[in-house]
């Protein structure tokens, strides 16, 4: 497992936009053959899928509630995986976690037991 570090949390209002990013804590894990996802969990309520994005970037999902408005990409020079929010709105309230999918070369998944490393979360407030 590595250690993932999420960052560009940060309140907002309705409408407005904010980048999120993902990176291992250290320099010499590569996240670049594995499978990457966000999540998000707001109080009260579950942890919930919000996109993935496969190994090399070319296959790409989201949930219903995010489609036309978040889009993750990842920049494989950088070793990060960024989740870019637009539009945003109160229920997006939650924190946000980054999650590796432990098996290499994969698509991605909407599931979360099949990411096995999770960063600390970034908090997201939308406010009306």
């Known amino acids: 497992q590595v250690q993932l570090v999420e960052s560009g949390g940060g309140l907002v209002q309705t409408g407005g936009s904010l980048r999120l990013s993902c990176a291992a804590s250290?320099?010499?894990?590569?996240?670049?053959?594995?499978?990457m996802g966000w999540f998000r969990q707001a109080p009260g309520k579950e942890r919930e899928f919000v996109a993935s994005?496969?190994?090399?970037?070319?296959?790409?999902d989201y949930a219903d509630s995010v489609k036309g408005r978040f889009t993750i990409s990842r920049e494989f020079a950088k070793n990060t995986v960024y989740l870019q929010m637009n539009s945003l709105k109160p229920e997006d309230t939650a924190v946000y976690y980054c999650?590796?999918?432990?098996?290499?070369?994969?698509?991605?998944?909407?599931?979360?037991?099949?990411?096995?490393?999770w960063g600390q979360g970034t908090q997201v407030t939308v406010s009306s």
């Open positions: 250290t320099r010499a894990f590569t996240l670049n053959t594995y499978a």
């Open positions: 994005i496969s190994w090399n970037g070319v296959t790409t």
């Open positions: 999650a590796l999918d432990g098996v290499s070369y994969s698509a991605g998944s909407h599931s979360l037991d099949e990411y096995d490393s």
